[in-house]
């Protein structure tokens, strides 16, 4: 049995060497658009399965629209270059991959055009696939076999958590609750500016001239630099947004999500401002504390949440995440992970967007999808992954929706 598994971000990447790391070297095979990653992953980490998708001919029997995929709804790739891409992914696969009915294709998150066609090519030949991301929880991923999120096989039938019941104690969750406090009193990893993922960037931007690779958008050179160039600008900024906020009054509370998430433009029909409205039309007697996300670099959004805060609507917050939601009187939100702290630390929740926690019914369920559903990795580690991770792995990827 194998892993086919795409990289499409250096970041991400990182977690799936650690996989790598666990198996032997013939168990993984790697894909990808980068040359960035291709020669890293080639020469630098010494591994011989990977493969970088390069192709000029495009699958024409594809029929896809790709107005929906992440990359084409923030502005940086067009319908029509994403919907190339993924026929020349599709093409390249369809003449180079090589698989047997036991293996199992990994995509990250899966909203992007890339993945999209990585996935459902493995898909539609009936090759076990998994989608993963990030849980914000401590030493904790996500895997479904159907996507993440609302695309998940666990928001569409919560029940599959009786698959995956949590063997820890209450005393053992208490204890992992004081461990995801400590998590919790540290700056979030993704708010944090990693220099050598821009120069990757700009690596590809300039090997994209030289047709190595598939370029997935349509911002060059100059684009990428300025891309991150407002990424720092708007991460100094942030830190110094809001002020130390009373948390001894009433106060219902609101954590913004990141405006280009696939959480907001994917997973929920009403974007933060809408969000924020609708928490002051139902909590009239009490203060609106909102906290703006630490990643957030949209500068003319952050305007917006300070006009907001001028106009006495709202109140800005730089407190410590979890002690708002520990001292508020209710706590909303469109599907951030501030959600299930609040169902961990049983407060009052309105969820306006489509997220897995909104199913859950009791701690019961609360427990399970932490310690029985979610996967013990690590994605900001640097150990490799224990290898009982890939056990779970394949029960998740074959799990049959059924209960």
């Given at each position: 049995?194998?892993?086919?598994?795409?990289?499409?971000?250096?970041?991400?990447?990182?977690?799936?060497?650690?996989?790598?790391?666990?198996?032997?070297?013939?168990?993984?095979?790697?894909?990808?658009?980068?040359?960035?990653?291709?020669?890293?992953?080639?020469y630098y980490l010494k591994v011989s399965n990977i493969f970088i998708i390069e192709s000029e001919?495009?699958?024409?029997?594809?029929?896809?629209?790709?107005?929906?995929?992440?990359?084409?709804?923030?502005?940086?790739?067009?319908?029509?270059?994403?919907?190339?891409?993924?026929?020349?992914?599709?093409?390249?696969?369809?003449?180079?991959?090589?698989?047997?009915?036991?293996?199992?294709?990994?995509?990250?998150?899966?909203?992007?055009?890339?993945?999209?066609?990585?996935?459902?090519?493995?898909?539609?030949?009936?090759?076990?696939?998994?989608?993963?991301?990030?849980?914000?929880?401590?030493?904790?991923?996500?895997?479904?076999?159907?996507?993440?999120?609302?695309?998940?096989?666990?928001?569409?039938?919560?029940?599959?958590?009786n698959d995956f019941k949590s063997v820890l104690s209450e005393q053992q969750h208490e204890d992992?609750?004081?461990?995801?406090?400590?998590?919790?009193?540290?700056?979030?990893?993704?708010?944090?500016?990693?220099?050598?993922?821009?120069?990757?960037?700009?690596?590809?931007?300039?090997?994209?001239?030289?047709?190595?690779?598939?370029?997935?958008?349509?911002?060059?050179?100059?684009?990428?630099?300025?891309?991150?160039?407002?990424?720092?600008?708007?991460?100094?900024?942030?830190?110094?947004?809001?002020?130390?906020?009373?948390?001894?009054?009433?106060?219902?509370?609101?954590?913004?999500?990141?405006?280009?998430?696939?959480?907001?433009?994917?997973?929920?029909?009403?974007?933060?401002?809408?969000?924020?409205?609708?928490?002051?039309?139902?909590?009239?007697?009490?203060?609106?504390?909102?906290?703006?996300?630490?990643?957030?670099?949209?500068?003319?959004?952050?305007?917006?949440?300070?006009?907001?805060?001028?106009?006495?609507?709202?109140?800005?917050?730089?407190?410590?995440?979890?002690?708002?939601?520990?001292?508020?009187?209710?706590?909303?939100?469109?599907?951030?992970?501030?959600?299930?702290?609040?169902?961990?630390?049983?407060?009052?929740?309105?969820?306006?967007?489509?997220?897995?926690?909104?199913?859950?019914?009791?701690?019961?369920?609360?427990?399970?999808?932490?310690?029985?559903?979610?996967?013990?990795?690590?994605?900001?580690?640097?150990?490799?992954?224990?290898?009982?991770?890939?056990?779970?792995?394949?029960?998740?990827?074959?799990?049959?929706?059924?209960?």
């Amino acid at each position: 049995m194998k892993y086919h598994v795409l990289l499409d971000n250096i970041e991400r990447s990182n977690v799936f060497y650690r996989m790598f790391l666990s198996l032997k070297d013939d168990e993984f095979v790697f894909y990808t658009l980068k040359p960035s990653i291709y020669f890293y992953f080639k020469y630098y980490l010494k591994v011989s399965n990977i493969f970088i998708i390069e192709s000029e001919t495009e699958d024409e029997s594809a029929n896809i629209d790709c107005n929906n995929d992440i990359h084409v709804l923030i502005g940086r790739a067009s319908n029509k270059l994403s919907i190339s891409m993924y026929k020349k992914i599709r093409y390249y696969l369809l003449k180079n991959a090589q698989y047997t009915s036991e293996d199992i294709a990994v995509v990250f998150n899966g909203c992007q055009t890339a993945a999209r066609a990585f996935y459902d090519f493995f898909r539609d030949n009936n090759i076990k696939t998994l989608s993963c991301e990030i849980s914000n929880l401590p030493g904790k991923m996500i895997f479904d076999p159907k996507g993440v999120n609302a695309q998940s096989l666990l928001f569409n039938n919560i029940d599959i958590l009786n698959d995956f019941k949590s063997v820890l104690s209450e005393q053992q969750h208490e204890d992992w609750i004081n461990l995801y406090e400590e998590y919790k009193s540290y700056p979030i990893p993704q708010s944090k500016i990693k220099y050598k993922y821009a120069i990757f960037a700009i690596v590809d931007a300039l090997l994209y001239y030289f047709n190595r690779g598939i370029k997935e958008e349509d911002g060059g050179l100059i684009q990428k630099s300025k891309l991150f160039f407002n990424k720092i600008i708007g991460s100094k900024k942030n830190i110094s947004l809001g002020s130390i906020c009373n948390l001894d009054i009433k106060y219902s509370f609101f954590p913004t999500q990141v405006s280009t998430d696939t959480q907001i433009l994917i997973n929920s029909d009403v974007d933060n401002f809408q969000a924020i409205e609708m928490m002051c039309n139902e909590s009239r007697d009490s203060e609106i504390y909102v906290k703006i996300h630490p990643a957030e670099q949209n500068k003319d959004i952050i305007l917006k949440y300070l006009y907001l805060e001028k106009q006495g609507k709202i109140t800005l917050c730089k407190n410590n995440t979890t002690e708002l939601i520990k001292n508020a009187s209710k706590v909303y939100t469109i599907n951030s992970t501030v959600g299930l702290e609040a169902l961990i630390y049983n407060k009052p929740l309105t969820v306006y967007g489509r997220a897995i926690y909104s199913k859950m019914v009791n701690a019961k369920d609360i427990r399970d999808f932490i310690h029985g559903y979610l996967v013990d990795i690590d994605y900001y580690g640097a150990n490799k992954v224990d290898e009982s991770v890939f056990d779970k792995l394949h029960k998740i990827a074959s799990h049959n929706g059924k209960i």
